[in-house]
Nanobody, 125 residues
């Protein structure tokens, strides 16, 4: 069983920064690629960013490219999403997701088997 624990989030003003963290734990020797998705009120879930287990490959949605940075700690089990220059349209519940396909870093939600409970990011104008 793989467990995902998210932290971070909150209420900020436009232009501010926030950092989300995601810690994945599971069977010894397990390796996972990790992604962030978000769902705004009344909208479909959308891909935000992803990173491979090695941390060498990343992928971003166009809407966040240049403002958000996904990274993996040297311990590999914790991934951060640094969100800078936040906009009101970034307001959403953010979900961390993981897949045992350790080289996958694409935007398809169906490829990620494990999901966190979500954390709210609210950006006021």
């Amino acid at each position: 069983q793989v467990n995902i624990v998210q932290s971070g989030g909150g209420l900020v003003q436009a232009g501010d920064s926030l950092r989300l963290s995601c810690t994945t734990s599971g069977p010894t020797g397990g390796a996972w690629s990790t992604a962030w998705f978000r769902r705004a009120l009344g909208k479909e879930r959308e891909f935000v960013a992803a990173i491979t287990w090695s941390g060498q490959s990343t992928h971003y949605a166009n809407s966040v490219k240049g403002r958000f940075t996904i990274s993996r700690e040297n311990t590999k089990i914790t991934v951060h999403l640094q969100m800078d220059s936040l906009k009101p349209e970034d307001t959403a519940v953010y979900y961390c997701a993981a897949t045992g396909q350790e080289t996958y870093y694409g935007p398809q939600a169906r490829e990620y088997e494990y999901w966190g409970k979500g954390t709210l990011v609210s950006v006021s104008s």
